[in-house]
């Protein structure tokens, strides 16, 4: 199914554009209050996320295992001609479980999960699809395995983005 029938009230568009269509700015919103939207795999697309960071929301989102991002790039001591660089170095987000090390052990956050350890590695870096910075999260669970979360809010905390998607 690419495509909603249209008797599902979705007028014949698919589930990335019914999404950037929502009408976000119609929930009721307080000064300094946003509204997140989790969504899978699926969601985590440029189609989906501009349409909130546009109107003030924020993404929560597992990413594909083949998902790429970049280290911003270092600023030149002397600026050369041309525009400056965005994008500094490429990362495979799947090579952050790599370096047991930089890990560390929460306790996980997710409803009904007592005792269990997880560990995360948390990274701001530039996604292409929106061009900005955004927060990756790697978590290994013990019994479900390696999971890639990404969030376009800065300030929320990795257990936060675990909770919110878990």
Not at 9 to 17: A, F, Q, T, Y
Not at 49 to 62: D, I, Q, S
Not at 140 to 162: E, F, N, V, W
Request: net charge positive.
């Amino acid at each position: 199914w690419n495509r909603w029938p249209p008797s599902f009230g979705m007028g014949g568009r698919n589930r990335l554009e019914w999404v950037a269509a929502f009408p976000w700015n119609h929930w009721p919103q307080s000064v300094g209050i946003c509204n997140y939207f989790v969504g899978d795999a699926y969601y985590a697309s440029r189609k989906t996320a501009l349409p909130l960071l546009e109107e003030g929301n924020h993404l929560v989102t597992r990413v594909r295992s083949n998902a790429v991002a970049f280290f911003p790039a270092e600023i030149p001591k002397k600026p050369k001609r041309g525009r400056p660089r965005v994008y500094g170095d490429k990362i495979a987000l799947r090579t952050l479980f790599d370096d047991v090390e930089a890990m560390t052990s929460i306790d996980s956050p997710v409803y009904g999960e007592r005792g269990v350890q997880l560990q995360i590695r948390t990274l701001d870096l530039l996604w292409q699809p929106v061009g900005r910075l955004v927060r990756f999260v790697a978590a290994h669970y013990p019994t479900r395995g390696k999971c890639l979360l990404m969030s376009t809010d800065l300030q929320l905390k990795a257990a936060d983005i675990i909770q919110l998607y878990g």
